[in-house]
């Protein structure tokens, strides 16, 4: 395998894993996002956390007054 071969076999494996790695962080960026959204919500008194079903915590806005 010569070396210009050989450069071109990591394009596509690169660009794999830099995709695959963009693609983690905005989801995890995203879910760090909506946790902060509710924690302010819940410290400014818009929504509260509550129980589901299963007794798992929920959160819930509350209404309008």
Known sequence: MNDKC???SLVIPCTLLFVFLVTMCLIKGFDNGTDQMQQQA???GHAEWGADK???PQFKWKECK
């Open 6 to 8: 050989w450069q071109y």
């Open 42 to 44: 819940v410290l400014a």
């Open 54 to 56: 299963n007794g798992k």
